[in-house]
Each structure stands twice: as C-alpha cells, then as structure tokens.
C-alpha cells in the first residue's frame, strides 16, 4: 500500500501509470470546504474583512503578486540559471531570442502555471502534460501585455523536447530545472505567502486549497467524492497531516466563524477598539500593523 504526498490542482488527478494507492488526501481536505462552508455567510464575512482593510480584495491580482515576488526575489538564482540555459539552446540552434524577450516570456509562464509541476523526463513531457502546457501557454497570450509568441513557442519546443538531437541533453536539463522550479513557486507563493496576507478565512487558507474565491456548494463536494472513488478509491481521507497549516480541531473551529460573520465582526470592532493604545509608530509605520501593511 503506497500513497504519495502530491498536491492536486483543481481538476489535476493522478497519471494512470503510477504505482500507487493514492494521495495523502489534501484534495479531500480541500473538499471539506463544499459542506462546511455557506456562500452567503462567507460573502458577508469577506465583505466585514474588506470593511477592515478599506478595499476590495481580488485574489487573482495578489496569487499574482506573490508570484512575482517568489520569482523575482526569493527564486531569483534559480530563474536567472533557467533563462541562461534556454538563452545558451538558443544561441546554439542560432534562434534569435533577446534575452529580454525570453525573461519576459519566461516570467509569464512560470506565474501562469496553475500545478504544482509537470513529470517529462529526457524523452520529452507525457500527453496530458503537453495538454496543460498549451492551455497555459494560450492563456499567457491573452495577457494584457503578454510575451512575444516566438518566445513562448522556443519555451514549449524545449519543455516538449522538440528540438534537434544535439540540443536534446540541454532541453532536458531545462526541463528539469524548470519542473524542480514550479513546485517550490506554487508553494510558497499560495501556501506560504498568499494564505498569509489574505486571512478572511483562515479554514480555508490550507494546503492543497484553490486561491481563486469560488463558490461552495454540497454538490460540489459529492462531485468530487464521487471522481476521488473512481480515480483513487484506496487514497487517504485524511483532515491533517505534518504540512497542513493548522489540525482538524483548530480548522474545526476557524469554520465556525462564516456562520456568524455579524457577530465575529462586532467582536473584531471591539479588539480594534482595544488594542489601539499599543500601536505606537516607528520607521516603517504603525506596529502592530495592519493586514495590507508588511508586503515585500
């Protein structure tokens, strides 16, 4: 009996050829939301939230942001080693490809990929990965300042592995870099930093949970029961484990706070109310500070 510690994305399920039982259950975790959670009450707590921190949140623009800023700071090594060797593939297969062009490109496929990572090996990426690259490559060009095509199509060509022999070993190191880069970007981007600057709802801020606001539904849930026993019948259902953000009981409880946004948002005026003679000033502003406060 073998489960493995994989994240599934919305809609992601595991490839048919692994030899495994299933996953340790953050989709299941994930999925509790469905029947905890109801959307008229968590609409009221997230408009009491806004109501704190004086504007409207959209979670597409911060997931965004904090992408960014895992690319362009904390992984800034490990993206400036893949655009030089994808720069060096180009140089020998005599493409011409600006480096900017190819950051720029670059940048906009790693913020757009929606898993947590691919599984090609040296002989390129299976179907279904090569599937979810166009989608995502079709979905940078609808940017409003997307990268240039021919840059976009250089980067598939290496990930795919379509290119002439002699560059076959480098794409396969690109390939890997790049697939050891998504996993660590999806991380600590959504679980370790989003999750932390948007907090309206910490039961749902957990490991494995989509970012994007979305509506809860119960048949939602059994949607998702019934794709989980035919895709992995024997996985675990677990409702915690060592990476989770929080225990079942703590997020047991945390659920609770939807149900009762009025109440919740009385009390919360009240500890404001409170706690406002420790706030004192320094150099970057009022400490404690606020939840828009600290980003960077």
Excluded at 117 to 127: I, K, M, N, S, V
Excluded at 130 to 141: Q, Y
Excluded at 153 to 161: A, D, H, K
Excluded at 252 to 277: H, K, N
Aim: charged share 25%; hydrophobic share 40%.
């Amino acid at each position: 009996y073998i489960t493995v510690e994989k994240i599934l994305a919305k809609g992601e399920q595991l490839p048919d050829d692994w030899p495994v039982s299933g996953t340790t259950g953050y989709e299941f975790i994930a999925s509790l939301a469905e029947v905890l959670v109801d959307d008229e009450q968590i609409d009221n707590l997230r408009q009491a939230y806004e109501t704190v921190k004086g504007a409207p949140v959209d979670m597409r623009a911060e997931l965004r942001a904090a992408k960014l800023l895992m690319v362009d700071r904390n992984f800034e090594g490990e993206f400036t080693r893949l655009l030089a060797l994808a720069l060096s593939i180009a140089s020998e297969l005599q493409i011409a490809q600006e480096e900017s062009v190819v950051r720029q490109a670059l940048r906009e496929l790693l913020i757009a990929f929606p898993v947590y990572r691919t599984y090609g090996t040296a002989e390129g990426l299976p179907p279904t990965d090569i599937c979810l690259l166009h989608r995502i490559v079709e979905r940078v060009k609808t940017l409003e300042n997307p990268p240039q095509p021919e840059a976009l199509t250089f980067l598939s060509r290496l990930l795919t592995g379509d290119v002439p022999t002699s560059s076959q070993e480098e794409a396969t190191q690109f390939r890997v870099r790049f697939q050891q880069l998504t996993g660590p970007l999806m991380a600590k981007s959504v679980e370790d930093t989003l999750f932390f600057r948007q907090n309206m709802g910490l039961a749902l801020n957990e490991v494995g949970a989509e970012p994007v606001t979305h509506h809860f539904s119960i048949e939602r849930f059994h949607h998702e029961m019934k794709t989980r026993q035919a895709r992995q019948p024997d996985a675990l259902s677990g409702t915690s484990t060592h990476d989770t953000k929080r225990g079942e009981d703590a997020r047991a409880r945390l659920y609770t706070l939807p149900d009762a946004p009025e109440q919740w948002s009385a009390g919360l005026a009240r500890g404001r109310q409170r706690t406002q003679t420790p706030v004192h000033g320094v150099r970057a502003g009022p400490a404690p500070a606020s939840a828009e406060a600290g980003r960077g």
